[in-house]
């Protein structure tokens, strides 16, 4: 087993070119408009920050037990809070017309996208590397490991598996 360890390179430059394009995209807002523009397009901009925090958060860790057992709430908690997001910043963009398309794709669907990058980048754990050419000796590997697998990737006839 090989540990990983986070690419602070890569969160830097994913983190920068994400946030560099929703800057560019609100530049002329931003930096030329007037006070009530430039708050309107600094809120939106913003609003980013807990959007990606949040999806990196429920893609990083699991609710507690006690939360997670009870029925539908414990399953549908978290994507329900991102779903109820979605529809805020859908209907932001209803009132505003101007800003549905930062929403929506800039905020929404690239935030998904950066935090799901992100995650990937700052992972840490135990990485393992096997080949084989049968299914039954996959099984066999996977319960003789008896960890939670985390992560799979098949790559070249070569299976990945991430541990945490």
Same mark, same amino acid.
């Given at each position: 087993m090989v540990d990983r360890k986070p690419s602070v390179i +890569?969160?830097? /430059?994913?983190?920068? &070119?994400?946030?560099?394009?929703l800057f560019y995209w609100l530049r002329d807002d931003l930096l030329d408009g007037s006070p009530d523009e430039q708050m309107r397009a600094l809120r939106m901009f913003i609003v980013s920050i807990p959007y990606v925090a949040y999806i990196?958060?429920?893609a990083m860790t699991d609710l507690p037990d006690n939360?997670?057992?009870i029925p539908y709430? +414990?399953?549908? /908690?978290?994507?329900g &809070?991102?779903?109820i997001s979605v529809v805020g910043l859908a209907y932001w963009g209803w009132v505003d017309t101007a800003a549905v398309g930062f929403l929506l794709?800039?905020?929404?669907?690239?935030g998904v996208a950066v935090a799901m990058c992100l995650v990937c980048l700052l992972y840490s754990g135990s990485k393992v590397v096997v080949y084989t050419d049968s299914v039954d000796s996959l099984m066999s590997i996977l319960v003789s490991l008896n960890q939670k697998v985390t992560c799979v990737s098949i790559r070249?006839?070569?299976?990945?598996?991430?541990f945490s």
């Open positions: +890569g969160t830097a /430059l994913t983190a920068g &070119i994400y946030w560099g394009m990196m958060w429920c939360i997670r057992d709430i +414990g399953r549908v /908690l978290k994507p &809070i991102w779903l794709v800039g905020v929404a669907l690239l070249n006839y070569g299976l990945q598996l991430l």
